[in-house]
């Protein structure tokens, strides 16, 4: 049964509508198509132009612009999007104002595109940048002071002596084997004793004339003060005992080698900084080694040194062997202290270098070895252990000045501070003046 109004007709047929899918009849939908028998009264549409007397005298049977049903009696157009095949303005598809060949992108006389704006872009690009580097270098950061071992609390040191000018810091080498395992151990020569002592101390003096590096050596003889007991909170009275200055840090740890060292010179120590043997023998690695020139070749099988004089460069087992040695020397601890000092200053030298501060793959490996093994006070911050590292830089470079604590002589077996020049070069340390004590 027809349901068209008078005057249309099923045409299930369908126009084709341009070029592709475009003009694709939907499928399911029937078209309905008016058929015209005579010519257009005034004021209609014959589908094709302006209405009235001014459209074209098209004849009869000029089928108007179809329109599409649903399915459920609903035209396209109520309702819905209408679709536009282009005939009602005389547009074809192809032609000029469209699309694709001959459209505007191809026309004649169009305006040329703008040239880019170089300014803008480099602009832009160097914001991007800046705001890159910023995150990363905060990030980086607070990443590497999370992991600083903030472990030793000088609060506990009494009977302190007064802050001097500058910066003092206590750098203690121990051979702990903290995280090393037995093979380990016998690859680095460490044995396998208990407990913790210290091989190397010094103290480093940072001001604004000039920084001081200052060995310790392990057999200097000290008095041990009153001190407060690091667990036990206990006060212990002073007895007048002498001992080496490396046995203080086995009886009662950082605190009393601190408060020991204070009370011998009178030098106020600002912060600890303690490095195990596993943690510089991986610094070293990380760093890719260290060039050092030795002056002459020396052998020790205690711990496991062998070399040969003129410049190389150390891994982390050769390092450790190398500021280990003393019974190859006729000065013992002294010429030990001296080999620590040198191969300490070429390490700071090594780590700030661009080869390494710009390297990320060489700078991350280096500060996670670092700050995974040191052991810092309480107070130490990132900004005091970067100072601490470019000022033994600075030392190496010949902008301080590196010496033994002057000594006098020995007695049973220690050796015995110069004390007229301790005094004078603690003196100086402490009103941040250049340095005119020469040590042993």
């Known amino acids: 049964m027809n349901d068209w109004p008078e005057g249309w007709s099923d045409d299930n047929r369908g126009p084709r509508y341009g070029r592709g899918s475009a003009g694709a009849r939907p499928e399911g939908a029937r078209v309905m198509r008016q058929v015209?028998?005579?010519?257009?009264?005034?004021?209609?549409?014959?589908?094709?132009?302006?209405?009235?007397?001014?459209?074209?005298?098209?004849?009869?049977?000029?089928?108007?612009?179809?329109?599409?049903?649903?399915?459920?009696?609903?035209?396209?157009?109520a309702g819905y999007d209408a679709y536009d095949s282009g005939y009602n303005t005389g547009q074809v598809y192809g032609s000029p104002g469209g699309r694709g060949p001959g459209g505007p992108e191809d026309a004649p006389g169009r305006?040329?595109?703008?040239?880019?704006?170089?300014?803008?872009?480099?602009?832009?690009?160097?914001?991007?940048?800046?705001?890159?580097?910023?995150?990363?270098?905060?990030?980086?950061?607070?990443?590497?002071?999370?992991?600083?071992?903030?472990?030793?609390?000088?609060?506990?040191?009494?009977?302190?002596?007064?802050?001097?000018?500058?910066?003092?810091?206590?750098?203690?080498?121990s051979d702990s084997r903290e995280g090393m395992s037995k093979e380990d151990e016998k690859k680095l020569h460490t044995g396998g004793a208990e407990g913790k002592r210290t091989d190397s101390m010094m103290i480093l003096h940072v001001g604004d004339n000039g920084d001081t590096l200052i060995s310790l050596p392990r057999d200097s003889d000290v008095v041990v003060p009153s001190y407060q007991g690091s667990t036990s909170g206990k006060v212990y009275p002073a007895q007048g005992r002498h001992a080496k200055l490396n046995a203080t840090y086995a009886e009662d740890g950082p605190t009393l080698l601190v408060r020991t060292i204070e009370a011998n010179t009178g030098l106020h120590i600002d912060h600890y900084v303690e490095i195990g043997f596993q943690g510089f023998a991986s610094i070293v690695d990380a760093v890719g080694g260290v060039e050092i020139d030795i002056d002459k070749g020396f052998k020790d099988k205690w711990s496991g040194a062998d070399f040969k004089a003129g410049k190389q460069t150390l891994n982390g087992q050769q390092a450790l062997a190398f500021v280990r040695t003393r019974h190859a020397f006729a000065a013992s601890d002294l010429q030990r202290t001296?080999?620590?000092?040198?191969?300490?200053?070429a390490l700071a030298h090594q780590v700030a270098t661009p080869s390494t501060v710009l390297n990320p793959f060489k700078l991350y490996p280096t500060m996670g070895a670092g700050l995974d093994s040191l052991i810092v006070d309480k107070d130490m911050g990132l900004w005091d252990l970067a100072s601490m590292f470019w000022a033994m830089k600075g030392v190496s470079g010949g902008d301080g000045t590196s010496m033994n604590m002057p000594i006098s002589g020995s007695s049973g077996g220690n050796l015995v501070w110069d004390k007229a020049k301790v005094k004078t070069?603690?003196?100086?340390?402490?009103?941040?003046?250049?340095?005119?004590?020469?040590?042993?």
């Open 338 to 345: 001296k080999n620590q000092q040198k191969f300490l200053a």
């Open 111 to 173: 305006a040329p595109r703008p040239a880019p704006n170089w300014r803008r872009r480099i602009k832009w690009t160097a914001i991007t940048l800046a705001t890159v580097l910023v995150v990363t270098s905060v990030a980086t950061y607070f990443w590497a002071d999370s992991k600083l071992r903030r472990e030793v609390d000088l609060s506990k040191v009494i009977d302190r002596p007064a802050a001097g000018d500058g910066t003092n810091y206590l750098i203690v080498g």
């Open 425 to 440: 070069l603690v003196n100086e340390l402490n009103n941040d003046q250049k340095v005119t004590v020469s040590g042993n």
């Open 36 to 77: 015209r028998r005579g010519p257009v009264p005034p004021g209609q549409h014959s589908g094709y132009g302006t209405p009235g007397p001014s459209a074209p005298p098209y004849g009869s049977g000029v089928p108007q612009q179809p329109s599409y049903v649903d399915g459920r009696g609903h035209e396209e157009g």
